[in-house]
């Protein structure tokens, strides 16, 4: 509504202004995202520019000498295209260092992560895509369960401090935590594997059943995946626990949580809505960060269990010194950790104001 001659009245300018003030804090919220989209795409950058750079730094040739390596194994000449990937991604002597560099820039661009030596000549890409999944699913899954196991035990026990249920509850979990992982795992194979064999003590699933989509393969999974999950589980969920109780203790007395029940509201309500999802954000970080170590793997775990994901992919390159699996896998983890962090910092700002004011 405006005035006749076009003069906004006193109304239409309380609009405006009601308008101006919520479109505020989305313009904050996308110049926020705008510069931390720019942060990680330098860092990416950085990494991808490391994993050029590093090889480069060893002594010699070392395009030659991983050659002259496969050829030792392999006992004949490599293949041309064999000889271009090795070379594009450790250094060809007749092109200088741009050129070099732009050759790798291709090859990413292509997916293309040079051949293993120890698996001559399967692509490092096959290698990573088939022990992907497995740890998506065996770190992954357990990642979630055991965020969400501790962070709502953390909220109740914080909720309750100096109980009998805190007093028994904390130094249990704390001394569960300080406990080496390997040695729980270790532990677990023995006691669940060996001598009841209730599990499999390897492997993660039966390798006299194809792989497919059968209910019978999936049993095996499950089965074989148990153990390893158990393990994880048991030993994560302690430190998510840990750290929400003691940022629900501090929440607890905040003056908007006092206000909250002495307006009366449900203590569920104000336990879940006021107190945890405060508490909540410092653990939403850990989160993230988690789970960008989930392509990772967890290597204990699967070096312990034999489990075909990435982390023992990456544990059989360090035995065999499969620089181009290494490199490879070395990519793949930095860029599942700052894409990770990118959508934290982007929930971030829905989840916490005060990020969108600082910005």
């Known amino acids: ?95 200088n260092l741009l050129e070099q560099y732009g050759g790798y820039l291709a090859q990413l661009a292509r997916f293309d992560l040079g051949v293993s030596i120890s698996n001559f000549p399967v692509p490092v890409a096959d290698l990573v895509g088939a022990g992907l999944p497995w740890t998506l699913l065996l770190v992954g899954t357990t990642t979630v369960i055991s965020f969400v196991l501790g962070t709502m035990l953390g909220v109740a026990v914080g909720w309750r401090a100096g109980s009998r249920f805190d007093s028994i509850m904390t130094p249990f979990i704390t001394f569960v935590s300080s406990v080496p992982y390997f040695w729980i795992a270790l532990l677990a194979l023995w006691l669940f594997g060996f001598v009841f064999g209730w599990f499999p003590l390897s492997g993660g699933y039966d390798p006299n059943l194809p792989i497919s989509l059968e209910p019978a393969f999936l049993l095996s999974v499950m089965q074989y995946g148990a153990l390893p999950a158990l393990t994880i589980v048991f030993s994560a969920f302690g430190g998510w626990m840990l750290g929400m109780r003691n940022m629900t203790v501090t929440t607890v007395r905040e003056d908007y949580v006092l ?33 960008g170590g ?66």
């Open 294 to 359: 989930v392509v990772g793997g967890a290597l204990l775990t699967e070096i312990v269990f034999s489990y075909p994901g990435i982390g023992y992919l990456l544990f059989s390159a360090l035995q065999k010194r499969d620089y181009p699996v290494m490199q490879g896998v070395f990519l793949l983890v930095t860029l599942t950790v700052l894409l990770a962090n990118l959508i934290a910092d982007s929930l971030y700002v829905w989840l916490d104001p005060r990020v969108r004011e600082e910005s």
């Open 259 to 291: 206000l909250a029940q002495a307006k009366g509201l449900s203590p569920a309500r104000v336990r879940w809505r006021y107190a945890a999802r405060n508490a909540m954000l410092p653990q939403f970080t850990g989160f993230a960060m988690a789970l």
């Open 1 to 95: 509504m405006t005035a006749l001659g076009g003069a906004p009245t006193p109304t239409t300018t309380t609009a405006l202004a009601e308008v101006s003030a919520r479109r505020k804090p989305r313009r904050r919220s996308g110049v926020f995202l705008l510069k931390r989209l720019g942060f990680y795409l330098v860092a990416a950058w950085s990494a991808i520019t490391l994993n050029f750079v590093i090889p480069r730094l060893m002594p010699g040739d070392p395009s030659a000498a991983i050659i002259d390596q496969l050829e030792r194994v392999s006992g004949q000449a490599l293949a041309p295209e064999a000889l271009v990937s090795i070379r594009g991604l450790f250094g060809n002597p007749d092109q």
